[in-house]
């Protein structure tokens, strides 16, 4: 096992298998890059709009303008936020910016996005613009020599505009340059899309003048949270133990007592009594494993996130589909509580919902795991109504991720929660 492990390290690693992960990295950043051209071009048209707000400000349009164009701004940049930490580390978002034109202009966070629009309006929209052209150009250039001998004569034989192909050696040089392409896309744009997103991660987090105080609660909050689900799990297995397993070996306790003592008087009875504890004994077994497993399900271990979940849904009295697409593992208990979130999801659905059918997605992508419970039941669900969100929420406040339940009446009800992956 140690040669194994030694050759199928960084150093050991096949050719195939490097060229597999720079392929992944590449098409990822080029994801990043083309997201990033779309929030981009946006941003250049806010900065045009808050120019043309100043310049008709003295004549009252732009003083009217002017709120409409920073709530954009504030808009954009919270979707850049958000677009950011699902590719990455999440972004903190500092505190609201005021809501009068005045306070805003003056607000810390308003500037810093107005430096982030600038600089992504520019050097982001052309990344983003390399980022749609470079697949273009090189699938362009590599089957040039298949389409040449159909094209005009005077047709531009590069995807630079240049060059005239008038040979068969003329056009097949002209794939070389799309094999260059290919290699700028794998070499450079994992750190285009680094370059890319760098203002965004430096100037839409909370800064260093801004009050981080809502934060610092927050934090407190969940972690309370944490320890109020564990002393609450706590508390549930010393139930099931002293209200179940407990009584079964007591019962079976006394039922050996008896036996024995009867084992001389009346040998029939007595095999009867054994029969009876070996069936108590069975049943506090049973029962300790279902406690085991309420702690940490070993089919996750067994299995993987995605087998768990789909034996959940295949036991789930609603007919249930699940689309798990979750490469990237995370830690145990991040993985416990994502299959317990998705349990108790279900037993919702099938004791109150009335659906006819759930679904159960789950995504992994920036270091966070990624639930969609959905049914198409009547709707209504309340935490209150003692349906078992509160304690799903409290799960998921104790890994300081976020919940999310839309459930109008009528429904459908759906149940978002993401989750840190963990280490």
Request: glycine share 10%; net charge positive.
């Amino acid at each position: 096992m140690r040669t194994r492990a030694a050759a199928t390290g960084p150093a050991g690693d096949r050719p195939a298998d490097v060229l597999v992960r720079a392929v992944r990295a590449a098409g990822s950043a080029l994801a990043q890059l083309v997201g990033g051209f779309g929030t981009a071009v946006p941003a250049l048209a806010v900065l045009v709009l808050l120019v043309v707000a100043a310049l008709t400000a003295p004549l009252g349009a732009g003083l009217l303008a002017a709120p409409v164009v920073v709530r954009a701004l504030h808009a954009l940049a919270e979707r850049e936020r958000g677009r950011l930490s699902r590719r990455g580390p999440e972004i903190v978002a500092p505190d609201p910016a005021p809501t009068g034109l005045r306070p805003a202009l003056a607000d810390p966070t308003t500037r810093r996005e107005l430096r982030w629009a600038l600089r992504h309006a520019t050097s982001g929209l052309a990344l983003g613009f390399l980022g749609l052209w470079l697949p273009v150009a090189a699938f362009r250039d590599c089957v040039f020599p298949l389409v040449w001998p159909f094209a005009p004569a005077d047709t531009s034989s590069t995807s630079l505009g240049f060059g005239v192909a008038h040979s068969w050696p003329e056009a097949l040089s002209v794939s070389l340059l799309g094999v260059g392409w290919i290699a700028v896309i794998l070499g450079l744009t994992p750190a285009m899309a680094r370059l890319q997103a760098r203002p965004g991660r430096t100037f839409l987090a909370a800064g260093p003048d801004t009050d981080l105080s809502l934060r610092v609660a927050e934090l407190t909050a969940t972690r309370a949270a944490a320890l109020d689900a564990h002393a609450a799990e706590l508390r549930r297995i010393e139930r099931s133990l002293h209200d179940g397993t407990q009584n079964r070996l007591v019962t079976v306790t006394v039922l050996l007592g008896a036996a024995r003592r009867m084992a001389a008087r009346d040998p029939g009875r007595a095999d009867e009594l054994l029969e009876r504890a070996q069936s108590s004994a069975e049943q506090a077994l049973a029962e300790l494993r279902a406690v085991a497993r309420s702690i940490l399900p070993p089919v996750l271990a067994d299995r993987g996130l995605a087998g768990a979940l789909g034996g959940l849904a295949a036991g789930c009295a609603v007919p249930c589909r699940t689309d798990v697409d979750a490469p990237q593992r995370c830690a145990a208990s991040v993985e416990a509580t994502a299959y317990f979130v998705v349990a108790e999801a279900l037993t919702n659905i099938a004791r109150h919902s009335g659906a006819t059918g759930a679904a159960v997605t789950v995504r992994t992508g920036g270091g966070r795991l990624r639930l969609r419970v959905e049914d198409d039941g009547r709707g209504g669900a309340d935490e209150e109504g003692g349906t078992g969100l509160t304690g799903i929420r409290r799960r998921v406040a104790a890994h300081d991720g976020t919940l999310r339940v839309t459930s109008p009446p009528g429904g459908p009800t759906v149940l978002e929660a993401t989750l840190p992956c963990g280490t």
